[in-house]
């Protein structure tokens, strides 16, 4: 894990603290000011001034947009920002886009903004010719990671056992080299969201908590904003240049510190659900790892933060739990332009020490998935182009994954009813459609019933301590409705769990030609609830 953090940290700087360093070192080879806003300063502008030569527009998401007094400046800071993202991260590509037909005051910068991302940007991106590295001439070793020649071992660069020691390419280095840097970085930024003389973030995955006995897995968590794309090429439109510029620094710093505010909660709640070294859940509980000092691991780590779109990892039964809580909590924050904040997540759980690229491979893929599903419920709906939902979708691997999700999905959730599956699913119902039963709320009560978390009452079944009912309804599942009828009839169950007003799932398990249940009882093993968290619709 400890070259995903450093890679994180690398990305995270090249767009953001190297370009103001970037900037501060040509406006001393100029003799220049250079303008570079905070928070506490969003709504100064400089450029035009005599003596100003660059001003940072905003920086978030990946992107920085800047304004040069002239060409001459932009090219040289571009020259710069590369030289620096060469040296200290090489195997890291940028792409820069520059456009020169724009004076300052004409009330047109939001359009020329525009098309730069949106075409002369994008262009550059097609167009690059990706790198070709040369793979070592005569006899050399290998990096372990990235196959490329090797310049050096691990051992100078982590505190880890002797037998983790391994040969390292030079871009390795370089992410092992800023992992203290990342660390103090999180460190700092959630330092009051628990305490820190008795927890600390892990650095590897095998500290990430199991409980004794049990296999150990790791969940990976990919969640981006909804539609901020769009969100930015209105905003500060039909203003003054000035005003646009800081409509658009105060959108991106609300954006950030949303992000921000979201993880928090998230490691509040986490913080709050630990007794006497344990994460207590609903279902179970499991111990943290130790580390040398003798403060506790928490069983999460973010990786990409301070924005909208965050990865973060943890246990992997925390992993839909969290995921869930990161897109309420997002949802819940207010940014300046007045709209609601959505996102959608992917989630991958597999065994810890499976390669972490392939499971982020699949990862994005299942961030593609909910995206899809908020055009589906768009089209659904009726709704406009801007109507956006949280949306939540995931894979289990427990034994690997082979093929992309597409192949993985038709082949283990295609059967002749249908499909099996009720993911991906919407955060939250709806205010207005009462149509939708694929919502976390009816996933979560299906899985705490099914797991036998409620005693008995009238109207539901008794299903604890009834793991052999459960997956023999598993089984039946993938017949069909009329089987799982007649599974019922035979077991005198009555009604499956409640699945908010749909009477006809919990008589048959199945709407149509997708099944409610089967989800949830796949999760039943990578699943718990968090004390203290309340899921809400």
Not at 32 to 53: A, F, N, R, T, W
Not at 72 to 83: D, H, V
Not at 146 to 171: C, F, G, H, N, W
Not at 286 to 303: C, E, I, M, Q, T
Request: net charge neutral; proline share 2%.
């Amino acid at each position: 894990m400890s070259e995903n953090i450093g890679a994180s940290y690398l990305v995270s700087q090249a767009t953001n603290k190297w370009v103001k360093e970037a900037l501060q070192t040509l406006g001393k080879e100029f003799h220049q000011k250079v303008h570079i806003p905070s928070c506490e300063s969003l709504h100064e502008v400089h450029i035009g001034h005599e003596d100003v030569v660059a001003e940072i527009i905003y920086t978030g998401g990946g992107n920085a947009v800047l304004l040069f007094a002239s060409f001459q400046y932009a090219e040289r800071f571009t020259q710069i920002l590369s030289k620096r993202v060469l040296q200290d991260a090489p195997g890291l590509n940028i792409v820069v886009a520059h456009h020169q037909d724009f004076e300052f005051g004409q009330g047109n910068l939001k359009e020329k903004i525009n098309h730069i991302l949106e075409q002369e940007l994008a262009k550059k991106k097609r167009e690059r010719i990706a790198s070709v590295p040369l793979l070592g001439l005569g006899v050399t070793a290998t990096c372990q990671s990235t196959q490329l020649p090797a310049v050096d071992t691990s051992e100078k660069y982590t505190s880890t056992d002797e037998e983790d020691i391994y040969l390292i390419s030079r871009e390795t280095k370089a992410k092992l080299k800023a992992v203290p840097d990342a660390n103090q970085r999180l460190s700092k930024e959630f330092a009051k969201a628990f305490n820190s003389k008795i927890y600390d973030f892990p650095h590897r995955t095998d500290y990430l908590g199991r409980s004794e006995g049990d296999s150990s897995y790791v969940a990976i968590v990919h969640a981006d904003g909804n539609g901020m794309g769009n969100r930015f090429q209105k905003c500060g439109e039909y203003k003054s240049d000035k005003d646009a510029i800081i409509d658009m620094r105060q959108l991106s710093c609300d954006v950030q510190n949303a992000g921000i505010a979201a993880l928090k909660k998230v490691v509040e709640i986490i913080h709050n659900s630990i007794e006497n070294g344990e994460v207590i859940g609903t279902i179970d509980k499991f111990a943290l790892k130790k580390s040398k000092d003798g403060k506790y691991y928490l069983p999460f780590r973010p990786l990409v933060f301070g924005g909208d779109d965050v990865i973060f990892v943890c246990e992997g039964r925390l992993g839909l739990e969290l995921a869930a809580i990161y897109l309420r909590e997002f949802e819940n924050q207010k940014v300046s332009d007045n709209e609601k904040l959505t996102a959608r997540a992917g989630v991958c759980i597999v065994k810890t020490h499976y390669p972490f690229a392939r499971a982020y491979k699949i990862v994005g893929e299942l961030y593609k998935e909910a995206k899809n599903f908020i055009r589906e419920e768009r089209e659904r709906l009726d709704e406009s182009k801007d109507y956006y939902c949280s949306t939540l979708d995931w894979h289990f691997a427990a034994s690997g994954l082979i093929g992309s999700l597409g192949e993985i999905r038709k082949r283990e959730y295609q059967v002749s009813a249908g499909n099996l599956t009720m993911r991906p699913i919407r955060l939250k119902d709806h205010d207005i459609d009462d149509e939708q039963w694929r919502t976390w709320f009816n996933f979560i009560n299906a899985v705490q019933h099914l797991n036998g978390q409620f005693d008995y009452v009238e109207g539901n079944e008794p299903w604890k301590d009834r793991r052999n009912k459960v997956i023999a309804l598993r089984e039946v599942l993938r017949e069909g409705s009329n089987k799982t009828k007649q599974f019922m009839n035979a077991y005198g169950i009555k009604a499956l769990p409640s699945l908010s007003q749909f009477d006809d799932l919990q008589n048959s398990g199945w709407f149509e030609k997708r099944c409610a249940y089967f989800d949830a009882i796949e999760a039943l093993d990578f699943y718990i609830g968090l004390k203290g968290n309340n899921n809400e619709k």
